[in-house]
């Protein structure tokens, strides 16, 4: 259940950064960076995607079964 609301708010805060990757306010790495200035919108799709198929019952991303 913890887990779950975790996943959830981390889904939530990634999909509000990437709608928004531009507003100033959490800004992780300048975009007008040559070839690094978009790996923070990168990272927010990755966890996005991870959180997004952890409630599929995917065991993939951030959250595969490690061993």
């Known amino acids: ?13 990634s999909l ?25 919108e990168g990272g927010a799709a990755y966890i996005l995607y991870s959180c997004i198929e952890y409630f599929r019952g995917k065991e993939i991303g951030l959250f595969r079964k490690r061993g």
């Open 1 to 13: 259940m913890l887990k779950n609301t975790l996943v959830g708010l981390l889904a939530l805060l």
């Open 16 to 40: 509000i950064y990437l709608i928004n990757p531009t507003a100033g306010i959490l800004e992780f790495i300048p975009d007008n960076i040559p070839f690094i200035g978009n790996l923070d």
